[in-house]
């Protein structure tokens, strides 16, 4: 999509519509120029009824959104509500096996700052990309480069004829595959011959922007930043990163286990990349972490639990039908309900109570109650606690149809 006669194209951007939800998400893949009408000034962005009789009004006339900007509208009565914190949906439409590459992140020399005379230009890796070609001029078009590198394998490259001093130069990244190409923002910077600058941006890896489902121990990572000492990493709830949960300087790794989220919230982070002349901050990318995985708390997750609401950790199910016996209402599968049967392990339908002490024969060790346990007892379903067996045949006498 171009603008006016600029000869760097305004960008890309989608517009999808949910089937089903009706929810429509407008979101920017790329806008290349630094020009505030290619990020939203002379524009208006927005839903409008066919008619143009009305509409939902995101933005009119300003700068408002960015490369990887999403608003997502929710259909809400005769309306819809905007949502700016939607992910982005990498959607691609076509009949090829691989998807033309993701828009290349640059990393440094930071937009609109100082850098060497024999600067080190970066990226962050790009999703689909095989090759890259670096592109660097001194006019904002990028017609005539004084810098332009094709078949780059690399996510760098340093200069190796120097720049002029005090010069304003413009520069971007075009991934490729066999399948397309993908140019990134235009950034610009102004050569100085001098020996120290700010150090460049860190491409924040992981956790991936949006990602649902992450431990609650998670690593962060992030590509190494140009004339970097040192990282900060910052893990917030909130969008602003104010209040962090975790926020530690002068790391010198790039990948930092952080552990205790919070199960089921939403997390911000960024990286602040540190040298002596200042900082550089990231990009802020958010993750959710995953919901409870085990509600009960008895060690045995909630997917593979039989019982994942009441605590049992020996899974222990009589009747075998899937239900741990914590929380099955008939754990011996006899149809009668363990608060009504009087043998609530051992399946006994017709609730046979020879001697009515209120357990079933099948679990009564004493079927008549005459104080002989059964193996041990002559006559196990009538009481005789004497155990008189007069023809001594092994059957008591009051069971005994011939105890003579």
């Not at 939607?86 to 990393?107: E, I, Q």
């Not at 919901?291 to 909630?302: A, G, K, N, Q, R």
Request: proline share 6%; aromatic share 8%.
């Amino acid at each position: 999509m171009g603008f006016y006669r600029d000869p760097i194209p305004m960008g890309t951007f989608q517009a999808i519509l949910y089937e089903g939800s009706n929810n429509i998400q407008i979101q920017f893949r790329a806008l290349l120029a630094n020009k505030d009408r290619n990020h939203g000034n002379d524009a208006t962005i927005g839903l409008e009824n066919a008619n143009g009789s009305g509409g939902v009004l995101y933005s009119y006339n300003k700068v408002s959104v960015d490369s990887g900007s999403v608003i997502l509208f929710t259909p809400n009565g005769g309306s819809y509500d905007k949502n700016d914190a939607a992910p982005y949906d990498g959607v691609f439409l076509g009949l090829k096996d691989t998807s033309p590459p993701a828009v290349p992140a640059l990393t440094g020399p930071v937009k609109n700052k100082e850098a060497h005379l024999t600067p080190e230009f970066s990226w962050g890796t790009t999703k689909y990309a095989d090759k890259y070609r670096l592109k660097v001029d001194n006019d904002s078009g990028l017609t005539s480069p004084v810098i332009d590198v094709s078949a780059l394998t690399t996510t760098s490259y340093t200069s190796t004829i120097p720049l002029t001093a005090n010069t304003t130069y413009y520069w971007a990244v075009i991934a490729s595959n066999a399948n397309g190409e993908a140019m990134s923002e235009v950034w610009h910077f102004t050569a100085k011959d001098e020996t120290a600058f700010p150090p460049g941006i860190s491409a924040l890896i992981s956790p991936v922007q949006g990602k649902t489902n992450v431990v609650t121990s998670p690593t962060f990572s992030w590509e190494a930043a140009n004339d970097v000492d040192s990282y900060r990493l910052i893990v917030s709830a909130q969008r602003d990163l104010g209040s962090p949960f975790y926020d530690k300087s002068g790391l010198t790794a790039t990948s930092q286990s952080v552990s205790g989220l919070a199960e089921g919230t939403k997390y911000y982070w960024a990286v602040v990349a540190h040298n002596n002349t200042g900082d550089t901050p990231s990009a802020t990318r958010d993750f959710t972490t995953v919901e409870d995985l085990d509600d009960d708390d008895d060690e045995v997750l909630d997917e593979s639990d039989n019982c994942p609401l009441v605590a049992n950790q020996d899974q222990k199910d009589t009747d075998g039908d899937g239900i741990g016996d914590a929380c099955d209402t008939d754990d011996d599968g006899d149809g009668v309900p363990d608060d009504e049967d009087n043998s609530p392990l051992v399946p006994n339908p017709d609730q046979t109570d020879t001697d009515g002490d209120g357990i079933g024969d099948v679990s009564d060790n004493d079927d008549d109650n005459d104080g002989k346990d059964d193996v041990n007892d002559n006559c196990p379903l009538k009481k005789n606690p004497d155990q008189a067996d007069a023809d001594n045949d092994g059957v008591g006498d009051i069971c005994d149809d011939t105890p003579e």
